[in-house]
């Protein structure tokens, strides 16, 4: 069964650091991955995805993600991270073809000091 | 277009009840999936709908249970409830390319 873990379970940053969330799942074949952010009190949206293509993906907010195949990792990267990006990050990955059955990560909580 | 909504938004009920949550997908969605979110597990899947068919199961009691109408507005229902139901209970549509899903807010479900 596919599994996606990720690295770190809470992160803390001052505004305008960089951040860089890692995500790796376990599935060997093709993959569709994204990633969802949950701000506090809010339901879960889509922060950008990746299905095949470039391997750099932008979404919204400034935020972008690599997909290193070899490495089976979907990593969340932001140059300057503001107190509005306070929330709880989450990997998933679907297998291509399919679409659902989703399989989420546990979650990575970002906390931005002002 | 509006979004998935879910409802009720909260729910408290006691051991051995049962509940019954509902979800309106996107107008249009035909796939309806719905997950238990707990901060120690995490989102768990619990199962799919596609056309009024569950196509997709995750790794839950029987106790949960759900179905899809005609009109893609899912239902999702819990029998003999215990206190580890208690969980914000989150769908998700997508269109019939399904590649995306959308939440909604989610019913927050307590059992006492």
């Known amino acids: 069964a596919q599994s996606v873990s990720q690295h770190n379970h809470h992160v803390i940053l001052s505004e305008a650091a960089s951040l860089e969330l890692g995500c790796n799942y376990s599935?060997?074949?093709?993959?569709?991955l994204f990633w969802y952010v949950q701000y506090p009190g809010q339901h879960l949206q889509l922060l950008l995805k990746?299905?095949?293509?470039?391997?750099l993906v932008k979404g919204i907010k400034g935020f972008e993600a690599e997909f290193i195949k070899s490495k089976f990792s979907f990593n969340l990267r932001k140059p300057s991270v503001q107190w509005s990006d306070t929330a709880e990050y989450f990997c998933?990955?679907?297998?291509?073809?399919?679409?659902?059955?989703?399989?989420f990560g546990p979650g990575t909580r970002l906390s931005v000091l002002p | 277009k509006a979004g998935v909504t879910q409802t009720p938004r909260y729910l408290i009920k006691t051991r051995g009840q049962q509940v019954t949550l509902s979800c309106s997908p996107i107008?249009?969605?035909?796939?309806v999936s719905w997950y238990q979110q707990t901060p120690g597990q995490g989102l768990q899947f619990l199962f799919e709908?596609?056309?009024?068919?569950?196509?997709n199961k995750g790794n839950f009691p029987g106790r949960f249970s759900g179905r899809q109408f005609s009109n893609s507005r899912s239902e999702m229902n819990v029998s003999t409830l215990e206190l580890g139901d208690s969980a914000l209970y989150l769908c998700a549509s997508s269109s019939r390319g399904g590649n995306i899903q959308y939440f909604g807010a989610g019913t927050r479900l307590s059992v006492l």
């Open positions: 107008s249009g969605h035909r796939s």
């Open positions: 990746y299905f095949s293509g470039d391997p």
């Open positions: 599935y060997g074949g093709t993959v569709n």
């Open positions: 998933a990955v679907t297998r291509d073809n399919y679409g659902q059955n989703f399989v």
């Open positions: 709908y596609f056309s009024e068919t569950q196509r």
